[in-house]
């Protein structure tokens, strides 16, 4: 968890008192990620700077890129553009585009079907609603692997029996912005962590030039 909140009270450890207690200086988390996925997570050292960062994300002015690995064979390349229901009941318009960059038929039996196929796609939400990312997917029936509740309940048990796998294979690849007082550019790349390096390896992928 990024800081404590009331959907998670299981939550023992969170990035915001680890990253404090490391440098020794109040952090402010400009975003936020999922549980479960890895990479990039950007804070500030000042409320002056975080209320500008805090406008960046708002405008757009960030990019950021994701890595997902999703169930089946997705399209070259595509745009998914579906409103999300806020936990108040209202909607928000939400976009997200994504380029599949490998796929993957391997012989692990699922349902009636004698094999799975799989796809790694790196993804570009437009806006920032909440599980956007895994909600979308899970939209055009492509959900992301290790994701509950929105992904594949058969899907996520055969990783989790047959390779022990309990990670959500969705990474936050890179953040590119302007500094909000320099306005010089700035990007963050996270390599993908073990997990996800594991299943990649997994599904045969050549992923060198992808993750360096």
């Known amino acids: 968890m990024v800081h404590r909140s009331n959907i998670a009270t299981d939550a023992q450890v969170f990035a915001l008192q680890l990253l404090r207690n490391q440098i020794g200086h109040r952090v402010y ?38 890595l997902a690995v999703v169930r089946g064979f ?20 939400a976009v997200t585009n994504y380029k599949t960059l490998m796929t ?8 009636k079907h004698t094999t799975s196929r799989y796809s790694l ?6 806006t920032g609603r909440m599980h956007q990312i895994r909600r979308h997917f899970a939209h055009i029936f492509h959900p ?16 989790k029996e047959k390779h022990n796998m309990t990670t959500m294979m969705l990474h936050a690849h890179t953040i590119k912005f302007h500094h909000p007082i320099t306005r010089s550019e700035i990007c963050i790349e996270a390599k993908p962590g073990t997990e ?6 997994i599904m045969n992928w050549e992923t060198t030039k992808i993750f360096t």
């Open 121 to 126: 796609v790196r993804v570009n939400p437009v």
């Open 196 to 201: 996800f390096r594991r299943v990649c390896k």
């Open 74 to 93: 997705t399209n070259e390349d595509g745009v998914i553009e579906y409103p999300l229901k806020r936990e108040n009941g209202t909607t928000q318009d």
């Open 104 to 111: 993957a038929e391997i012989n692990l039996p699922s349902g």
């Open 144 to 159: 992301v692997i290790g994701d509950r509740p929105h992904g594949c309940n058969k899907q996520n048990r055969i990783f």
């Open 29 to 66: 988390p400009a975003h936020r990620l999922d549980r479960k996925t890895g990479g990039v997570l950007l804070f500030s050292l000042n409320k002056n700077t975080d209320s500008k960062t805090q406008q960046m994300f708002a405008t757009g002015s960030v990019s950021k890129a994701y």
